[in-house]
């Protein structure tokens, strides 16, 4: 019984922590990875920008419940930040979507921390 108490008591944590982490986003911006003289189809850019938006998602990372990790949310948060460095334009060099339903099944099936990455040129 002690140990069934100490299990449910981590996932007790892992879902707390995993709630405080969800609906928010984070932004890293470099100045200076691009290369001094190289260009891109589209000119030289200012910067390079990486923006993590983190949800919990309903069913199996489906439905948003707390926050909106899905595509065009987090393409919206990119922009939104890219916009505030005076950006013109931007280019999207990559997307990475995890969504963690398989941590702690079966809690997990039903309410699952998802994360979507972009990544890109800011022009």
């Given at each position: 019984?002690?140990?069934?108490?100490?299990?449910l008591?981590?996932?007790?944590?892992?879902?707390?922590?995993?709630?405080?982490?969800?609906?928010?986003?984070?932004?890293?911006?470099?100045?200076k990875?691009?290369v001094?003289?190289?260009?891109?189809?589209?000119?030289?850019?200012?910067?390079?920008?990486s923006t993590?938006?983190r949800?919990?998602?309903?069913?199996?990372g489906?439905?948003p419940?707390?926050?909106d990790?899905s595509?065009?949310?987090?393409?919206?948060n990119?922009?939104?930040?890219?916009?505030?460095?005076n950006a013109?334009?931007?280019?999207?060099?990559?997307v990475?979507?995890?969504?963690?339903?398989?941590i702690?099944p079966p809690?997990?099936f039903?309410i699952s921390?998802?994360?979507?990455?972009?990544?890109?040129y800011?022009?």
């Amino acid at each position: 019984m002690l140990k069934l108490n100490r299990n449910l008591a981590g996932v007790s944590a892992l879902l707390l922590l995993s709630m405080l982490l969800a609906a928010c986003e984070t932004t890293s911006y470099a100045r200076k990875f691009v290369v001094e003289g190289a260009t891109t189809p589209e000119g030289r850019p200012r910067g390079y920008q990486s923006t993590t938006t983190r949800a919990l998602h309903l069913a199996l990372g489906v439905q948003p419940l707390l926050g909106d990790a899905s595509l065009d949310q987090a393409i919206a948060n990119f922009e939104k930040e890219a916009r505030k460095k005076n950006a013109k334009s931007t280019r999207i060099t990559n997307v990475d979507r995890t969504n963690l339903w398989f941590i702690l099944p079966p809690f997990s099936f039903l309410i699952s921390p998802v994360f979507t990455e972009i990544n890109g040129y800011v022009y």
